[in-house]
T-cell receptor, first 111, second 116 residues
Framework: EDQVTQSPEALRLQEGESSSLNCSYTVSGLRGLFWYRQDPGKGPEFLFTLYSAGEEKEKERLKATLTKKESFLHITAPKPEDSATYLCAVQKYNYGQNFVFGPGTRLSVLP | GAVVSQHPSWVICKSGTSVKIECRSLDFQATTMFWYRQFPKQSLMLMATSNEGSKATYEQGVEKDKFLINHASLTLSTLTVTSAHPEDSSFYIC????????????FGPGTRLTVT
């Protein structure tokens, strides 16, 4: 059965304390893995797309990496404004264009 | 670029009435639009996929007659919740995929529906 899990469920960091969020997937025929950020009461905001193992993408304090079984979202020296829920989603071949979302990681960065 | 809007941002309606939610891609053409539902502290649940000019494809367990989807143009899709009941209260979010080759979905800000 296809599954997307994320860990930890929630994470509290002090400002400047770097860490990583994990997205593990068990799907056959991965077309792409997507990272989004969602603030409370808002729609998800697109961050990154990763298509193949070994690929890395960076944006400001965020860096996403992909292996054959998981993806990491590394946050370097986070700031309070990085507090949000981070969602990963996978898209499979032979599954149309649909995404399967993970449950998300709620990140809180304390000043 | 890649901006998606939704209207209204929140709506309160009485049980038994119908509510229409609009989703627009503002700066790109969206061949495919998606409708999601999200419960508090939960992830997004896909309800249906719609392609411009075609009938929507609904996920298992989603009532087609209750959640009517119309993808009338390359920039507009609507979701109508018919005969709404309190259990339909939720956060509804649309997303759109451009007609280009990338697979990213760009999400709207969401619509909070409360049925009293």
């Amino acid at each position: 059965e296809d599954q997307v899990t994320q860990s930890p469920e929630a994470l509290r960091l002090q400002e400047g304390e770097s860490s990583s969020l994990n997205c593990s997937y068990t799907v056959s025929g991965l077309r792409g893995l997507f990272w989004y950020r969602q603030d409370p009461g808002k729609g998800p905001e697109f961050l990154f797309t990763l298509y193949s193992a070994g690929e890395e993408k960076e944006k400001e304090r965020l860096k996403a990496t992909l292996t054959k079984k998981e993806s990491f979202l590394h946050i370097t020296a986070p700031k309070p404004e990085d507090s949000a829920t981070y969602l990963c989603a996978v898209q499979k071949y032979n599954y149309g264009q649909n995404f399967v979302f993970g449950p998300g990681t709620r990140l809180s960065v304390l000043p | 670029g890649a901006v998606v809007s939704q209207h209204p941002s929140w709506v309160i309606c009485k049980s038994g009435t119908s509510v229409k939610i609009e989703c627009r891609s503002l700066d790109f053409q969206a061949t495919t639009m998606f409708w999601y539902r999200q419960f508090p502290k939960q992830s997004l649940m896909l309800m249906a996929t719609s392609n411009e000019g075609s009938k929507a494809t609904y996920e298992q367990g989603v009532e087609k007659d209750k959640f009517l989807i119309n993808h009338a143009s390359l920039t507009l899709s609507t979701l109508t919740v018919t005969s709404a009941h309190p259990e339909d209260s939720s956060f509804y979010i649309c997303s759109a995929r451009s007609s280009g080759s990338s697979y990213e979905q760009y999400f709207g800000p969401g619509t909070r529906l409360t049925v009293t």
